[in-house]
């Protein structure tokens, strides 16, 4: 075994040569030993999995467990999703109110518009040689 060979295998299996594939274990550990270079990566890669096992203890905060539990148990839910949430009117009442509120709208821009509203209604439902016709009997009425 080469040192490439073994800093490969360190690094696809770690630094626990107990836990590496049956036939590599007897061949790694020989190296190990008769190799200063083997050792040296040996101590390398087990300093490096020792400062990984260390960081990996990350302290939660003193509270956070009993607060997201309390949280849960409680069931705080905003205030606007209670009030949409608890009858059973309300979320049929949010889902007409647009509808009505395009009605209402719409009302209000025909106003507006005057009779150009009957003359594209008598479009919609007539050929377009009497729609002169009609445009200008209304234009004539006003």
């Known amino acids: 075994m080469t040192a490439d060979e073994f800093s490969d295998l360190l690094e696809r299996h770690g630094s626990n040569i107990a ?17 200063d270079q083997g050792r040296r990566l040996l101590a390398e890669s087990r300093a490096f ?23 849960v148990a ?3 839910s905003p205030v606007w999703w209670t009030w949409i949430t608890d009858a059973v009117w309300r979320p049929a009442l949010l889902a007409i109110l647009p509808l009505v509120l ?10 507006f518009d005057g009779d150009s509203t009957e003359a594209t209604m008598f479009l919609a439902f007539a050929d377009l040689e009497n729609f002169a016709e009609v445009n200008e009997s209304t234009a004539a009425d006003d």
């Open 19 to 35: 836990e590496w594939p049956s036939p590599l274990q007897n061949e790694a550990r020989s190296y190990a030993h008769a190799s």
């Open 102 to 111: 395009g009605f209402v709208l719409g009302d209000m821009a025909s106003q």
């Open 74 to 76: 409680t069931k705080e």
């Open 49 to 71: 999995d020792a400062l990984l096992s260390d960081s990996a203890d990350v302290p939660t905060p003193l509270r956070l467990r009993a607060h997201i539990l309390e949280r």
